[in-house]
C-alpha cells in the first residue's frame, strides 16, 4: 500500500522539532509495511529532501524570502500578526495542487491522507479525482475554529468532507465539531507520544522539599495559565511551588500577575524556553503535571492534549480541565483528575489531594497505564488507520 500524506508542516531537516507526532505515526505507517511519501510547503526556498528515509516533496508557492507562511508558528497565527500573509494563500493553493498531481501521475498511491483539510483537501481534491485516489481527511480542530471567524470556510469545509473517502479527527471534541458541519461517520484517530521506551516511568516522583506543579507549553490564552496562577492563593507557599515551562505572547503579563500573588502563596517559577535536557529534568524533578485549558474568546481550545499523555508516561499525575479533547485522555478518577474550566480554587484542591494521597497518585498512574495502551498506542492507532485506508480503497 502507498500514502500520499499532505501537511502544512514537516520536519526541514533531521533535528527540527516540527509536528514530532506526524514524523512518529509516519514511522509507524512504515513499519507496518506502508510505503509513504510526504507533500508539504517549502520554507525560504527549502527543496525536495528525505527525512528518515521518507521522501518530501516540497512545493514552491513564492520567492525563497517570501515562504514563511508555515513552520515554527501556525499560519493562521502568523497571519493574524502579518495579515499580507494571507496573499500567500492563493499561490500556497495552486502550487500544492499542481504538486499534488504531477506526484500521483508518477507515484500512484493507493489513498492520499490529507492533514489540516483546509486548505489541503483543495490542494489534493485534483489528483485524487483525476487517478481515482481515495482521500481522507485528517482534522486536528485548528481549521473548524476558521469558521467562526470566517464564514465562507463552512460551505468550502462541507464540500471537501463530502468528496472524502474517510474522516480522521483527533479527538472526541473535534469530531463532534465536524459532525456538526456534515453528517458523516468520522473516525477517532489520536496520536500517540514520542517518547522512548526507556525514559518511560510509571512509579510516583519523590517529593524533595516541596511539591512541585508542572506546567509545560506555549504562553497562550487558551493554555489557561492565569488560573494556574490564580491557584496559586490557595496554596501555602511552604509546601508548593508552581513551574511554568515555555514563552508566549502572554509571558510578560503573566509574569506581572504572578508577581502581585501574596508572599504566602505557592512560589511561581517562570523558567523559559528549556533545552531538552533542562525540560527533562523539569519532568523528573515535578510531581503534577496540569493542563488548566480554557475555551478561549476566540472559541479555541485543546484538541487533544497529547502532553498529558507524555507526562502520564514519564510518571506524573495529571490534573487538567474538563474542555477540548482533554476527556479523551484524562478519565477524571481513574486516569487524572479533571477539574472545571477557570476554576483556581477547583485546580488547588486536586494539587493538595494529590500531595496528601500517595496511594490516590499510585492509582491514577495505573489507570493512565492502562488508558494509554488501550487507547493511545501507536500500533494500535496504526492498525485502525490501515483498516480505514483499506476500506477506502475496496469501496
Given amino acids: 500500500m ?51 528515509g521518507t521522501k ?29 500573509l494571507q496573499l ?14 504531477s506526484i500521483c501521475r508518477k507515484w500512484r498511491p493507493d489513498i ?29 480542530g485548528a481549521e473548524l475554529l476558521l469558521i467562526r471567524k470566517k464564514k465562507w470556510v463552512r460551505p468550502l469545509l462541507k464540500f471537501a468532507i463530502g468528496q472524502a473517502q474517510a474522516v480522521f479527527a483527533n479527538s472526541s471534541f473535534t469530531a463532534g465539531r465536524i459532525m456538526a458541519i456534515r453528517d458523516v461517520n468520522v473516525e477517532w484517530s489520536p496520536y500517540g507520544t514520542t517518547l522512548d521506551e526507556g525514559v518511560k516511568q510509571h512509579e510516583p516522583h519523590t517529593v524533595n522539599g516541596k511539591f512541585k506543579i508542572l506546567f509545560v507549553g506555549r504562553h497562550i490564552e487558551r493554555k489557561g495559565i492565569r488560573y494556574l496562577i490564580e491557584a496559586a492563593k490557595f496554596l501555602p507557599r511552604d509546601q508548593f511551588e508552581i513551574r511554568i515551562v515555555g514563552v508566549g505572547d502572554l509571558t510578560d503579563e503573566l509574569k506581572k500577575q504572578a508577581a ?22 523539569e519532568y523528573r524533578t515535578a510531581n503534577v503535571f496540569t493542563l488548566p485549558a480554557i475555551v478561549d474568546s476566540k472559541g479555541d481550545t485543546e484538541g487533544l492534549g497529547v502532553v498529558l499523555i507524555e ?61 494509554i495502551a488501550a487507547c493511545f498506542s501507536w500500533d494500535k492507532i496504526i492498525e485502525r488507520q490501515i483498516q480505514a485506508y483499506t476500506r477506502c480503497i475496496k469501496k
Fill in 2 to 52: 502507498k500514502v500520499l500524506v499532505i501537511g502544512s508542516v514537516y520536519p526541514r531537516f533531521h533535528e527540527d522539532a516540527e509536528v514530532p507526532w506526524l514524523r512518529t505515526s509516519i514511522a509507524h505507517l512504515k513499519k507496518a509495511g506502508v510505503q509513504v511519501q510526504v507533500l508539504a510547503p517549502a520554507y525560504k526556498g527549502l527543496k525536495s529532501h528525505e527525512i528518515d
Fill in 311 to 371: 507526562a502520564m508516561e514519564l510518571g506524573l499525575p495529571v490534573v487538567a480541565s474538563n474542555v477540548g479533547g482533554i476527556p479523551d485522555v484524562v478519565i477524571d478518577g481513574i486516569s487524572g483528575i479533571l477539574v472545571p474550566e477557570k476554576d483556581p480554587e477547583a485546580l488547588a484542591k486536586a494539587f493538595k489531594k494529590l500531595a496528601s494521597d500517595a496511594g490516590l497518585v499510585r492509582n491514577l498512574l495505573a489507570g493512565a497505564e492502562k488508558h
Fill in 56 to 84: 518530501v516533496n516540497r512545493f514552491r508557492y513564492a520567492p525563497a524570502s517570501l515562504e514563511m507562511l508555515t513552520h515554527e508558528e501556525g499560519a493562521p497565527s502568523k497571519m493574524a500578526s502579518k495579515p499580507w
Fill in 112 to 140: 492520499i491522507h490529507a492533514h489540516w483539510p483546509f486548505p489541503h483537501a483543495y490542494i489534493a481534491l485534483g489528483a485524487a479525482k483525476l487517478f481515482r485516489i481515495p482521500l481522507v481527511l485528517n482534522f486536528h
Fill in 88 to 101: 500567500l494563500a492563493i499561490p500556497y493553493i495552486i502550487s500544492g495542487f499542481f504538486k499534488c498531481l
Fill in 260 to 281: 502581585g500573588v501574596a508572599p504566602e502563596s505557592a512560589e511561581i517559577i517562570f523558567t523559559g524556553k528549556l533545552s531538552p535536557d533542562a525540560l527533562a529534568n
